[in-house]
Structure formats: structure tokens, C-alpha cells
């Protein structure tokens, strides 16, 4: 049962471009969102995060939104720059639950960012 | 300083045969996760030793896989009698604060 989905494998935007990538969750204990970046051969870096009480969270480049009534988040990059270009993972936690620092991941997806 | 380390980068075993991962966090997190992510698939939650407290093993496979946290610092990961499905990248991950883990470069583990 994959709690944390992310439909879309691959994702291919043009420098200067907005990157969005999209997340979707189906339990609703999940009050804790990450996202993180991978490159190749090192592991995930954390991005950024968000609470269930904001709908939003943003740190320069990068902004989250949350919107908890369609369990849906989404991660912007704007501008993008080539350097983005990785692997994204969204990740979940239960903040209030016994077990928080337990996070559920996503597939990723590949962010491609081409000059 | 020095961020979560990982030993072996890379490891190729036979199958049936066990394996020990070690990772070194980074010192004075209290907190220290193992991951897998297998090819295609996102990351798998494993373990999660937090401070003295029991750990959570509710992510292990089966009881092929164990792992222990000694002195509150490096932790082992332990696969007996290794499967080719065990193969994957294994990451560790630690953190000071609950929720900013931060990873190692992972170990290769590859059972032929």
C-alpha cells in the first residue's frame, strides 16, 4: 500500500522556467511533509519542509504547498536552474504518533532542468 | 564537519550468505534511521533508534534483517543468509532535530 505517491516519474522543464512536482498522500495521521533531493551516488539532502497548520512554506527559490482536504502537496522551483536537475522525494511523517521520526517516501521524480 | 558516513560503498555477495552495513552518524544526533531504496522504487523506512528508547523495527523485511546502535553512536545493519531480493541501496540516516534527516551516500548491496 503506497502511502506516499508522486504519479509522475519524470519531469522536464527549460532553465528559467517554474519546476512543479506533485505529491499525493492517502493517510490522513500525515502531519509532516518533506521534500528532498538526490543526486546520483549520494544520499537524499533535505529541502524544505511543512506543518498540516500552514498551506504554505517557502525558502528562496523553493515554496510547498499544502492543501490537506485533497491530501494533495506540491514543491516549486522558480526559477530553475540546471543544478536542480535530480531526484526528488516527497516524504511523510506522523508528528503525532509514537513513531515521528518514521517517514514514508515517494517514488521521486526526475527533475531534468535543460540551458 | 564530518556528515553520515557509510561503510562499505559498495558490497557483492553470494546469496546465503551474511552482510553487515555500518554507518556513522554525525556526532551528537540523537536519532539514527536505515532506509533501502530498491531499483525504481522510493525509499523504504527500515529502523529508527531514537536516544535510549527502543527502537522501531516495525520496517524490517523479516527477521533475516537486524540492526543495533552501540554507545548511542554507529550502528550495524545485519542481513543473514542474504536473498537476491535483498539487493538495494541501504542509507542511513541522523538527525538532531526530529524531523531534518540528514544521509549518507548509502552502500551498494548487490546478492548474485
Known amino acids: 500500500d503506497q502511502q506516499v505517491k508522486q504519479n509522475s516519474p519524470s519531469l522536464s522543464v527549460q532553465e528559467g522556467r517554474i519546476s512543479i512536482l506533485n505529491c499525493d498522500y492517502t493517510?490522513?495521521?500525515?502531519?509532516?511533509f518533506l521534500w528532498y533531493k538526490k543526486y546520483p551516488a549520494e544520499g537524499p539532502t533535505f529541502l524544505i519542509s511543512?506543518?498540516?497548520?500552514?498551506d504554505k512554506n517557502e525558502d528562496g527559490r523553493f515554496t510547498v504547498f499544502l492543501n490537506k482536504s485533497a491530501k494533495h502537496l506540491s514543491l516549486h522551483i522558480v526559477p530553475s536552474q540546471p543544478g536542480d536537475s535530480a531526484v526528488y522525494f516527497c516524504a511523510a511523517s506522523n508528528a503525532g504518533g509514537t513513531s515521528y521520526g518514521k517517514l514514508t517516501f515517494g517514488q521521486g521524480t526526475i527533475l531534468t532542468v535543460h540551458p | 564537519g564530518a556528515g553520515v558516513s557509510q561503510s562499505p560503498s559498495n558490497k557483492v555477495t553470494e546469496k546465503g550468505k551474511d552482510v553487515e552495513l555500518r554507518c556513522d552518524p554525525i556526532?551528537?544526533?540523537?536519532?539514527l534511521y536505515w532506509y533501502r531504496q530498491s531499483l525504481g522504487q522510493g525509499l523504504e523506512f527500515l529502523i529508527y533508534?531514537?536516544?535510549?528508547?527502543?527502537?522501531?523495527k516495525s520496517g524490517l523485511p523479516s527477521d533475516r534483517f537486524s540492526a543495533e546502535r552501540t554507545g548511542g553512536s554507529v550502528s550495524t545493519l545485519t542481513i543473514q543468509r542474504t536473498q537476491q531480493e535483498d539487493s538495494a541501496v541501504y542509507l542511513c540516516?541522523?538527525?538532531?532535530?526530529?524531523?531534518?534527516?540528514?544521509f549518507g551516500p548509502g552502500t551498494r548491496l548487490t546478492v548474485t
Open positions: 556526532s551528537g544526533h540523537t536519532a
Open positions: 540516516a541522523s538527525s538532531l532535530y526530529m524531523y531534518e534527516q540528514y
Open positions: 511543512i506543518s498540516s497548520i500552514k
Open positions: 493517510n490522513s495521521m500525515f502531519d509532516y
Open positions: 533508534f531514537q536516544g535510549n528508547s527502543a527502537p522501531d
